[in-house]
């Protein structure tokens, strides 16, 4: 009694402060490396920045995998490292090595940022925005930025990694390029002006006198105006200040990156969960945070959570809750059912809240969280949990009837079963031993479940065999004839069944092969269903989100994007009607840090995220598919794809956009594209297919300047000036030269550069008309005097896998299951002619199924293995536990039968189910065959003691198996959102409880009667 008040007191304390999360932690790691050089093409992104650092950084110890993606001016390596790497070591390697490999990056990039990378927590956890009626985009978004992100800094457990939407601050002169050439002044000489203007040096003290004194030589510019009357040089021996020339503003720079929330323009920071922190314990953070962010905030500056993904874990782990109770309910109905008395189900039933509870301290001091796998494996367990105790109270209650006084037969009662007990706690443990060699994502999800289903069983055996006796000598009367019985009609009736399977028995043991013939067949039966059954990686949930991703032409302007995405938003409210909570989109991208985080390369893209209300009626699905057509109908040469996985999908694709992903590496990014393009073309033949496209595009529209150096010297222009000069009026001189100013108001710094104004450089002839300075001549030079400048073409995005440049071709799909799509899609690839160099290969959720299946392939090969090598010392036999083995395959039967009854897929969840169903079978067939040998050493007379045996266990079995199948009933029916991950596992667990009972009280006593040695059973 005392340990029972430790548990309870136990678990009191420590289930609140267990972490809550959706799934289990992922232990793998890996690292990011995120390397600037604005404005820099893709193509020489990928081999001057990107190729050198997977190479660098690829020497770093335990890395499996490298993935690259390089755009303009932005190059992201990604290193996955295997789940054996502490995460520090990791870091640490990568950033050495990220570093060292600066000596060999061209000048002026930029170092290199290394960040954990959490690949299972791609999308992030919830956006916070920053709006107001009075500020700017620029504001806005400096507010984000910089104020922000540094207190979200202190925030526990989760990161604000960047800002979208607005634009960056600068300080831009604005020159005239007609006024530069008629004065002969090029960009540059103004920048090297503002260089020599305004400086930061330290001016260190000075001692005058008997006094130190410190120095502060204001050498930085206080205000914006102030940069006008900088003077750039001396014509005719005046001076020409900055104001003759252009105008000095507090602008922003060109913006290529839009965030709208319903509708307007906003500022958002995407809330990321850090590597190892939990999903709920994270947002409630922020959320707590909230208020006081806000005090702090300018006034007029509102802060907004959106898209909070902890809602939709909470409403999953509530309806677990919600199964789990209702499970807990229906296990005490049938105790009371058919125990027919309060205190007998009483006893019996207080060992499955305790070891409920005891499961909840193993949980804790093993660092599991409650997530939708602990918690289903609770709920996998609850019937399981009270046959133990009922093993128990029914030998109570047999030697009760033998004339032993309470006390005396609640002592031997329990050390009689002790073994019997203990076997089948062992086995169903045993079958999960097998985890300890899984390796991925299988043994992530499958770990937690093991630890749950031990920490159950071990919790109902010690409370079987200490608390059952003692409440049953307390709480029992010494006659049962003392007891009040009800239901009495229903126990009528399992005796009269009891004595109709007696009969039924005996016929069976007549026609023994028929029988196993029959069950051999429904066995072969049951394989080819299984084999033509659909299969997927997890199930699928109606998270009530979806992620369009969009992808106009190629060289597509940011504003022209926008108002793609207006008419597209616009078509969503009017789809979704009052359904609809929140439409968020994000167009283009920051060539910046924010780069990492987002799936667009460039301007021509752009995200919608659609988020309905928690009780929508129309499935996410079914409002992606009607948005399809009409977007396909309103928008063509448009690029849409529809993503609907959620937080779960996302973590165990990697954050892949589809599920299908079929890779193209080689070196040529022309023949690439070629092999890529047909396998798109083919995959869209395909009538369960949809938005399949290439991700990596080629024809970004670009200018080629190419300088004629023999001319350029002839004119005394110097070929670096004049690229500075281009620059300059394209994007500022901050991309190659940063000057900067610091505003006194906040501290903050901004770079100073010196442009052409928007309106100039949308003439057709800017490029030519660009001027630099002559070392030989008084004129300013254009470009047209010593370049050529023609049409040409520029990659999007380069992608590496490996080292390796990669294409990839993606499809969702809708009406068909991924594992026969892509069986289909394999099968045509092998017949495509691939030149030589190049090589097709299947990655995401596809490749992932294959490992995981395999892994779990052999864990039930395993599990079977250890079930009969600990039953084999028990019986003291190797011919018995075979016979208790095939019961396996009985289970299976009621497995593929049932999930062909209720149209689910083969997934992780149904194997961890039919696993599982191992254990339960095998549990049954050691209560009946150890009941059959004890009555076997007593009589000698096989048939005899086949008959009553079987009859002494059809009681406990039949209870048994129902306790099961009633406390996995609410979760196999899926009550409440969020709760369908769960459903295939109960309903192969039930499938499998139902067929190995009805076949196992037929069929082990045949076996048994087949293989069973006449004499001396005990030590066959």
């Given at each position: 009694?005392?340990?029972?008040?430790?548990v309870?007191?136990?678990?009191?304390?420590?289930i609140p402060?267990?972490?809550?999360?959706?799934?289990?932690q992922?232990?793998?790691?890996a690292?990011?490396?995120?390397?600037l050089?604005?404005?820099m093409p893709?193509?020489?992104?990928?081999?001057?920045?990107?190729?050198?650092?997977?190479?660098?950084?690829g020497?770093s110890?335990?890395?499996?995998?490298?993935?690259s993606?390089?755009?303009?001016?932005?190059?992201?390596?990604?290193?996955?490292?295997g789940?054996?790497?502490?995460?520090?070591e990791?870091?640490?390697?990568?950033?050495?090595y990220?570093?060292s490999?600066?000596?060999?990056?061209?000048?002026?990039?930029?170092?290199?940022?290394v960040?954990p990378?959490?690949?299972?927590?791609?999308?992030?956890l919830?956006?916070?925005?920053?709006?107001s009626?009075?500020?700017?985009?620029?504001?806005?978004?400096?507010?984000?930025y910089?104020?922000l992100?540094?207190?979200?800094?202190?925030?526990?457990?989760?990161i604000a990694?960047?800002?979208?939407?607005?634009?960056?601050?600068?300080?831009?002169?604005?020159?005239?390029?007609?006024?530069?050439?008629?004065?002969?002044?090029?960009?540059t000489?103004?920048?090297k002006?503002?260089?020599?203007?305004?400086?930061m040096i330290?001016?260190?003290?000075?001692?005058?006198?008997?006094?130190?004194?410190?120095?502060?030589?204001k050498?930085?510019?206080?205000?914006?105006?102030?940069?006008?009357?900088?003077v750039?040089?001396?014509?005719?021996?005046?001076?020409i200040?900055?104001k003759?020339?252009?105008?000095?503003?507090d602008?922003g720079?060109?913006q290529?990156?839009?965030?709208?929330?319903?509708?307007?323009e906003?500022?958002?920071?995407?809330?990321?969960?850090?590597?190892?922190?939990?999903?709920?314990?994270?947002?409630?953070?922020?959320?707590?945070?909230l208020?006081?962010l806000?005090?702090r905030m300018?006034d007029?500056?509102?802060?907004n959570?959106?898209?909070?993904?902890s809602?939709?874990?909470?409403?999953?782990?509530s309806?677990l809750?919600?199964a789990g109770?209702?499970?807990?309910?229906l296990?005490?109905?049938?105790?009371?059912?058919?125990?027919?008395?309060?205190r007998?189900?009483?006893i019996?039933?207080?060992?499955?809240?305790l070891s409920?509870?005891?499961?909840?301290?193993?949980?804790?001091?093993?660092?599991q969280?409650?997530?939708?796998?602990?918690?289903?494996g609770?709920?996998?367990?609850?019937?399981?949990?009270v046959?133990?105790?009922?093993?128990?109270?029914?030998?109570?209650?047999?030697?009760?009837?033998?004339?032993?006084?309470?006390?005396?037969?609640?002592?031997?009662?329990?050390q009689?079963v002790?073994?019997?007990?203990?076997a089948?706690?062992?086995?169903?443990?045993?079958?999960?031993?097998?985890v300890?060699?899984?390796?991925?994502?299988?043994k992530?999800?499958?770990?937690?479940?093991?630890?749950?289903?031990a920490?159950?069983?071990?919790?109902?055996?010690?409370?079987?065999?200490?608390?059952?006796?003692v409440?049953?000598?307390?709480?029992?009367?010494?006659?049962q004839?003392?007891?009040?019985?009800?239901?009495?009609?229903?126990?009528n009736?399992?005796s009269?069944?009891?004595?109709?399977?007696?009969?039924?028995l005996v016929?069976?043991?007549?026609?023994?092969v028929?029988?196993l013939a029959?069950a051999?067949?429904?066995f072969a039966?049951?394989?080819?269903?299984?084999s033509?059954?659909?299969?997927?990686?997890?199930?699928?949930s109606?998270?009530?989100?979806?992620?369009?991703?969009?992808?106009?032409?190629?060289?597509?302007p940011?504003?022209?994007?926008?108002?793609?995405?207006?008419?597209m938003?616009n078509?969503?409210k009017?789809?979704?009607?009052?359904?609809?909570?929140?439409?968020?989109s994000?167009i283009?991208?920051?060539?910046?840090l924010?780069a990492a985080?987002?799936?667009?390369s460039?301007?021509?893209?752009a995200?919608?995220?659609?988020q309905?209300?928690?009780?929508?009626?129309?499935?996410?699905?079914?409002?992606?598919?009607r948005?399809?057509?009409?977007?396909?109908?309103?928008?063509?040469?448009?690029?849409?794809?529809?993503n609907?996985g959620?937080?779960?999908?996302?973590?165990?694709n990697?954050?892949k956009?589809?599920?299908i992903?079929?890779?193209?590496?080689?070196?040529?990014?022309?023949?690439?594209?070629?092999i890529?393009?047909?396998i798109r073309?083919?995959l869209?033949t395909?009538?369960?297919?949809r938005?399949?496209?290439?991700?990596?595009?080629?024809?970004?529209?670009?200018?080629?300047?190419?300088?004629?150096?023999?001319?350029?010297?002839?004119?005394?222009v110097?070929?670096?000036?004049?690229?500075?000069?281009?620059?300059?009026a394209l994007?500022?001189?901050?991309?190659?030269?940063?000057a900067?100013?610091?505003?006194?108001n906040?501290?903050?710094?901004?770079?100073?550069?010196?442009?052409y104004?928007?309106y100039?450089i949308?003439?057709?002839?800017?490029?030519?008309?660009?001027?630099?300075?002559s070392e030989?001549?008084?004129?300013?030079?254009?470009?047209?005097?010593?370049?050529?400048?023609t049409d040409?073409?520029?990659?999007?995005?380069?992608?590496?896998?490996n080292l390796?440049?990669?294409?990839?071709?993606?499809a969702?799909?809708?009406?068909?299951?991924?594992g026969?799509?892509?069986?289909?899609?394999?099968?045509?690839?092998?017949?495509?002619?691939?030149?030589?160099?190049?090589?097709?290969n299947?990655?995401?959720?596809?490749?992932v199924?294959?490992k995981?299946?395999?892994?779990?392939a052999?864990?039930l090969?395993?599990?079977t293995?250890?079930a009969?090598?600990?039953l084999v010392?028990l019986?003291?036999?190797f011919?018995q536990?075979?016979i208790?083995l095939?019961?396996?395959?009985?289970?299976f039967?009621?497995?593929?039968?049932?999930?062909?009854?209720?149209?689910?897929r083969l997934?992780?969840?149904?194997?961890?189910?039919?696993?599982m169903m191992?254990?339960?079978?095998?549990?049954?067939?050691?209560i009946?065959?150890?009941?059959i040998?004890?009555?076997?050493?007593?009589?000698?007379?096989?048939?005899n003691?086949i008959?009553q045996?079987?009859?002494?266990?059809?009681?406990p079995v039949?209870?048994?198996?129902?306790?099961?199948?009633?406390?996995?009933?609410?979760?196999?029916?899926?009550i409440?959102?969020g709760?369908?991950?769960n459903?295939?596992?109960?309903?192969?667990?039930?499938?499998?409880?139902?067929?190995?009972?009805?076949?196992?009280?037929?069929?082990?006593p045949?076996?048994?009667?087949?293989?069973?040695?006449?004499?001396n059973?005990?030590?066959?």
């Open positions: 009694m005392v340990f029972v008040l430790m309870i007191l136990l678990s009191t304390v420590l402060r267990m972490p809550v999360d959706i799934l289990p992922f232990k793998k790691s690292m990011q490396i995120l390397t050089y604005p404005g893709a193509k020489v992104v990928e081999k001057d920045i990107t190729s050198r650092m997977e190479r660098w950084t020497q110890p335990g890395i499996e995998k490298q993935l993606k390089s755009i303009m001016g932005v190059s992201i390596v990604t290193n996955f490292y789940e054996d790497v502490d995460p520090a990791a870091m640490a390697n990568t950033s050495s990220a570093m490999d600066m000596y060999y990056q061209p000048p002026g990039t930029l170092p290199p940022m960040q990378f959490d690949p299972t927590a791609s999308k992030p919830m956006l916070l925005t920053v709006s009626n009075n500020k700017s985009g620029k504001e806005l978004y400096d507010i984000a910089y104020t992100r540094q207190m979200l800094s202190g925030v526990k457990g989760i990694p960047a800002a979208y939407g607005g634009s960056k601050r600068r300080i831009y002169i604005y020159v005239d390029p007609d006024k530069l050439e008629a004065m002969s002044i090029s960009m000489d103004i920048n002006a503002i260089q020599d203007n305004t400086t330290p001016s260190g003290v000075a001692k005058i006198g008997d006094i130190n004194y410190g120095v502060d030589a050498g930085m510019i206080v205000h914006v105006k102030d940069f006008n009357d900088i750039v040089c001396y014509r005719n021996g005046k001076p200040y900055i003759d020339l252009g105008e000095a503003k602008a720079a060109i290529t990156n839009i965030a709208r929330v319903d509708g307007k906003q500022v958002y920071l995407p809330i990321f969960k850090r590597p190892k922190a939990n999903t709920i314990a994270s947002v409630n953070a922020v959320k707590e945070a208020p006081k806000a005090e300018p007029g500056v509102k802060l959570v959106i898209f909070d993904q809602s939709y874990v909470r409403n999953s782990i309806g809750r919600n109770l209702a499970g807990l309910l296990v005490a109905f049938v105790l009371i059912l058919f125990l027919g008395n309060f007998t189900a009483f019996v039933g207080i060992s499955l809240p409920v509870f005891f499961t909840f301290i193993v949980l804790y001091f093993t660092g969280a409650i997530n939708s796998i602990t918690l289903g609770i709920a996998l367990v609850l019937g399981l949990l046959d133990n105790s009922i093993v128990v109270l029914e030998n109570i209650d047999k030697q009760r009837n033998e004339g032993k006084s309470l006390k005396e037969a609640s002592i031997s009662a329990a009689e002790s073994m019997p007990v203990l089948s706690t062992l086995v169903i443990i045993a079958v999960f031993v097998p300890m060699f899984l390796t991925g994502i299988a992530f999800l499958f770990s937690p479940l093991a630890i749950t289903v920490g159950a069983m071990i919790g109902s055996y010690i409370f079987s065999l200490t608390l059952i006796p409440l049953a000598s307390l709480l029992l009367k010494n006659s004839n003392e007891e009040k019985r009800l239901f009495k009609g229903f126990h009736y399992i009269n069944t009891s004595k109709k399977y007696e009969k039924l016929k069976a043991l007549k026609n023994r028929p029988i029959s051999f067949l429904l039966l049951s394989v080819f269903l299984l033509q059954n659909a299969y997927e990686l997890f199930p699928e109606d998270v009530g989100q979806m992620e369009i991703q969009v992808r106009t032409e190629s060289g597509t940011l504003e022209n994007t926008e108002q793609v995405i207006i008419q938003e078509i969503i009017q789809e979704c009607g009052d359904e609809l909570e929140q439409v968020i994000n283009g991208v920051f060539y910046d924010p985080y987002t799936p667009n460039g301007v021509q893209d995200f919608i995220g659609v309905l209300k928690e009780d929508h009626n129309i499935s996410t699905k079914q409002y992606a598919r948005l399809r057509t009409i977007f396909n109908t309103k928008f063509p040469g448009v690029e849409c794809s529809f609907t959620g937080l779960i999908t996302a973590a165990l990697e954050g956009p589809s599920p992903d079929v890779q193209v590496k080689g070196n040529d990014l022309s023949v690439l594209r070629s890529a393009e047909d073309d083919t869209r395909l009538p369960n297919t938005d399949v496209r290439v991700l990596q595009r080629i024809d970004a529209p670009a200018k080629d300047i190419d300088i004629d150096r023999i001319k350029a010297a002839e004119l005394g110097k070929p670096v000036d004049a690229i500075k000069n281009m620059v300059s994007n500022s001189s901050t991309t190659f030269q940063k900067f100013w610091i505003d006194e906040n501290g903050n710094h901004y770079y100073v550069g010196v442009t104004p928007q100039r949308d003439e057709i002839d800017v490029l030519s008309n660009v001027t630099t300075t030989l001549h008084d004129k300013a030079i254009p470009f047209r005097s010593f370049a050529n400048i040409s073409s520029n990659p999007v995005e380069i992608n590496h896998h390796t440049r990669e294409f990839n071709v993606y969702n799909l809708d009406g068909g299951d991924v026969r799509v892509s069986d289909e899609i394999k099968a045509i690839i092998k017949t495509m002619e691939v030149p030589k160099g190049y090589e097709i299947f990655e995401g959720e596809v490749n199924i294959s995981s299946f395999e892994e779990l052999l864990g090969v395993l599990a293995i250890f009969f090598l600990i010392p019986f003291r036999s011919r536990p075979f208790i095939l019961t396996i395959p009985l289970g039967i009621g497995v593929v039968f049932l999930m062909k009854l209720t149209n689910t997934n992780i969840q149904s194997i961890m189910g039919i696993i191992i254990g339960i079978s095998v549990s049954y067939g050691n009946l065959v150890d009941r040998n004890s009555l076997f050493a007593e009589t000698t007379d096989m048939s003691s008959l045996g079987a009859r002494d266990r059809f009681r039949l209870m048994t198996a129902i306790t099961t199948i009633f406390g996995l009933l609410p979760t196999a029916i899926g409440g959102r709760t369908e991950s459903v295939p596992l109960a309903i192969a667990v039930i499938g499998g409880t139902f067929m190995a009972t009805l076949l196992t009280l037929f069929i082990i045949i076996l048994y009667s087949l293989l069973a040695k006449p004499n059973a005990q030590n066959d």
